[in-house]
């Protein structure tokens, strides 16, 4: 079984910052892409960022020189450094894992959600 828990979410106000982090545990045998989503109220969710296990990255243009994605593998962590922050990026914001389980099955497991709110 997997885990994802996610960290950080908050209310911020305009210009503020957060980090957000997510760790996965249990029967893990590595992660390959770690990516963040997010949803707001009455829009389609939407990719934030990801990483891949090399460490290539890609941003939302929305987000682009504001966030930053990062990972720990040791930790199998994603982190999400966002500064700058807007009220239009206030948004439930998921993780993903792409989980390589023990036997080299690969499974997406998303987090649980966590809010963040950016007040003008």
């Known amino acids: 079984q997997v885990q994802l828990v996610e960290s950080g979410g908050g209310l911020v106000q305009a210009g503020g910052s957060l980090r957000l982090s997510c760790a996965a545990s249990g029967s893990i045998f590595s992660a390959n892409a770690m990516g963040w989503y997010r949803q707001a109220p009455g829009k389609q969710r939407e990719l934030v960022a990801v990483i891949t296990r090399a460490g290539r990255t890609k941003y939302a243009d929305s987000v682009k020189g504001r966030f930053t994605i990062s990972r720990d593998n040791a930790k199998i962590t994603v982190y999400l450094q966002m500064n700058s922050l807007k009220p239009e990026d206030t948004a439930v914001y998921y993780c993903?894992?792409?989980?390589?389980?023990?036997?080299?099955?690969?499974?997406?497991?998303r987090g649980q959600g966590t809010q963040v709110t950016v007040s003008s």
């Open positions: 993903n894992v792409g989980v390589i389980r023990p036997g080299g099955f690969e499974d997406d497991y």
